[in-house]
């Protein structure tokens, strides 16, 4: 069966500008999770959505950052006024319920440049 | 706090050779803890993970891991090295419902 799926693969954008990020999680799946992965770094969390709604935001490094969920399904992450520093790659993850023991399966991430 | 410590930043064996990836953790109670793959240009793929059943995980691709309370290790063995295995490997403890991952290993495996 599909996979967790991201768009785009790559974004390169200016410094000042805003950014959206798609995650279209596996059919089925209530939970859904962003992850932040640095040059050389493990993957850091971000927010972690249970259905429609946020349950822990507290990763998400600033107010620049939101992410949204509004069906229950598709996310999109937003950075607004991106600085260099938030070049990175995305990874979004989803899991059938939700809880720390299940399995989060990846999708490929979008590898987002900030010049 | 719950956190993993990955040992060593590079590992390099050879083909045929035994595999030692260490990670110790962090933890106030038993741990979920889990063991992921990364493959150059590849998303994340889980290997094996422990979740308080057995202590001794078998995961994919012959790749097995011990959970040692006394010495809050989950050491990530495998008896044979493949060429294929060369990738990015990191640990991930599970508090709650979000992953903490390891700084990671990169194992080399040479022909």
């Known amino acids: 069966g599909a996979g967790v799926s991201q768009t785009p693969s790559n974004k390169v954008t200016e410094k000042g500008k805003y950014v959206e990020l798609r995650c279209d999680p596996i059919s089925g799946h209530t939970a859904l999770y962003w992850y932040r992965q640095s040059l050389g770094q493990g993957p850091e969390f971000l927010i972690y959505f249970q259905g429609t709604g946020a349950a822990d935001d507290s990763g998400l490094p600033n107010d620049r950052f939101f992410a949204v969920r509004p069906e229950g399904s598709v996310s999109t992450l937003k950075i607004q006024r991106t600085e260099r520093g938030d070049s990175a790659v995305y990874l979004c993850a989803s899991s059938l319920n939700g809880g720390g023991q299940e399995t989060q399966y990846f999708g490929p991430g979008t590898r987002l440049l900030v010049l | 706090a719950q956190s993993v410590t990955q040992l060593d930043s590079h590992v390099s064996v050879s083909e045929g050779t035994p595999v030692l990836l260490r990670c110790n953790y962090s933890?106030?109670?038993?741990?979920?803890l889990f063991w992921y793959v990364q493959h150059p240009n590849k998303g994340l793929q889980l290997l094996l993970k422990y979740t308080s059943a057995a202590t001794l995980v078998k995961g994919i691709n012959g790749f097995e891991a011990e959970f040692k309370k006394s010495e809050t290790s989950f050491h990530l063995t495998k008896p044979s090295a493949h060429m294929s295995d060369a990738a990015e490997y990191f640990c991930?403890?599970?508090?709650?419902?979000?992953?903490?991952f390891g700084t990671g290993t990169r194992l080399q495996v040479f022909p």
């Open positions: 991930v403890v599970s508090p709650t419902d979000k992953l903490i």
């Open positions: 933890s106030s109670y038993s741990p979920s």
